[in-house]
Every structure is written in C-alpha cells, then in structure tokens.
C-alpha cells in the first residue's frame, strides 16, 4: 500500500511558481502518480498524472525522479483562483479494482 | 461540467431514516466511485463498481450499500443514518478500472444533513 505524504499547507503570490512535493517511498512498480485539484464544496478535479520523468500540460507539470519515491507537482504563475486543495494519489492495485485514495492534501492560499 | 450527474444536491432527513443517492456517469465511463467527505475526515473512499461489479471496497459501513445497474448509472443507499453521516457525497467516474486509469470525474456531490 503506497502511503502519500505531502505538506499540509503552503502560501504563494499571484505570478509565482507554486511546487508541492509528495513523497510515496512504497510505490510499487506498476502504481501511477496522479494530482488533483479541490475546491470548497466542489468535486476534486484532475489536474496531471504521469510514470516517470517530467510530464506537462496546459495547466501544470509534474516532475517524478527515477527512483520514484517522490514527486512534484509544479503550478506555473499561479493566481488568486488557483487557491485550492491539491491532493497526490498514488494508484493502488488491487485484484480487480482501484481505491483512488486521497491523503490530506495540500492547501494552497495564493494572495495578492 | 464534469459530465457526472449526483442528485439530490441537498437533502435534509432524520436520524434513524433511509436515503438514496443516484449518480449517473459520464457517457462511456464503466466504473464508479463513491466517495464520502466531512469536515474531520477528508475525502474518504467507499466503494467502487466496475461495469455493474463491485471491484475495490473502503471504509463503507455496512448501514451503507452501493449498486451500479446494466445502465451503469449507480445508487448509494443510507440506512439507519446517525448525525454523523452529515456529510458531503461524492461520486466520480472514470473510462476503466485499474490504477493506470486514475483520471476521474468527480460530480457535484450531494450535500447530505442528519438532523
């Protein structure tokens, strides 16, 4: 079971570059990494995944070392909407399913 | 619009009582996600049904069940609710089952109040 460890907050200006770092030190071989993005009273939304190296899209990158024991997600000028909860996922395999488990989250507060 | 649809949104019910949630995935999503949220415990799974099968199960009651029809939409039921199932519900969606397809879509969520 790969247990996600992340900080519990972080605070960041409008224009910053925002980097959380999850640690997954038991992430099994076949486990994926995944980020979402929650806010108050909303759904989470997913925001990137990826295996290994460095993976980017529209809205963020994802960096994961090779050995894979963590990984960090990286929101580029954020602004004041990008103040969310934003969880690390690590896929669970199972026989037949996938728990999606969330950990605590990290809260990013972006101010003016 | 995430493309799943919870409903209700609200609901208000008694202690002791019984409610269904319904959740209709995004069109082509065969599994199914059901996920509790409180302001103490975080977002916590409950269960997870693949093409009409339950496949991976959490910390889910058992006052608490689930179901997912040939239709795929799916059905949390409540039963004997305490105070404590004050909660928000959510239910996401994603194509397949397996750890490799971790991008899912998450409803709205049904805000449900135990008085």
């Known amino acids: 079971l790969a247990k996600t460890t992340q900080p519990i907050s972080m605070d960041s200006y409008e224009g910053q570059e925002v980097n959380i770092t999850c640690s997954h030190n038991?992430?099994?071989?076949?486990?994926?990494i995944t980020w979402y993005q929650q806010f108050p009273s909303q759904g989470p939304r997913f925001i990137i995944q990826?295996?290994?190296t460095k993976v980017t899209n529209e809205v963020a990158s994802l960096f994961i070392p090779a050995d894979r024991k963590s990984s960090t997600l990286s929101l580029p000028r954020v602004s004041l909407s990008d103040t969310a909860v934003y969880y690390c996922?690590?896929?669970?395999?199972?026989?037949?399913?996938?728990?999606?488990?969330f950990g605590g989250g990290t809260r990013v507060l972006v101010k003016p | 619009d995430s493309g799943v649809t919870q409903t209700p949104k609200h609901l208000i019910t008694a202690t002791g009582q019984r409610v269904t949630l319904r959740c209709s995935p995004r069109?082509?999503?065969?599994?199914v996600y059901w996920y509790q949220q409180s302001l103490d415990q975080g977002l916590q799974f409950l269960i997870q049904?693949?093409?009409?099968?339950?496949?991976a199960k959490g910390n889910i009651l058992e006052r608490f069940s689930a179901q997912q029809f040939p239709d795929l939409h799916s059905e949390l039921n409540l039963s004997s609710l305490e105070l404590g199932d004050s909660a928000l519900y959510f239910c996401?969606?994603?194509?397949?089952?397996?750890?490799?397809?971790?991008?899912?879509?998450f409803g709205q969520g049904t805000r449900l109040t135990v008085v």
């Open positions: 996401a969606s994603s194509v397949g089952g397996t750890a490799r397809d971790t991008e899912a879509f």
């Open positions: 990826g295996y290994k």
């Open positions: 996922l690590v896929g669970e395999i199972e026989a037949a399913g996938n728990k999606l488990t």
């Open positions: 049904y693949y093409n009409g099968e339950e496949r």
């Open positions: 038991n992430i099994a071989t076949n486990d994926y």
């Open positions: 069109s082509g999503d065969l599994s």
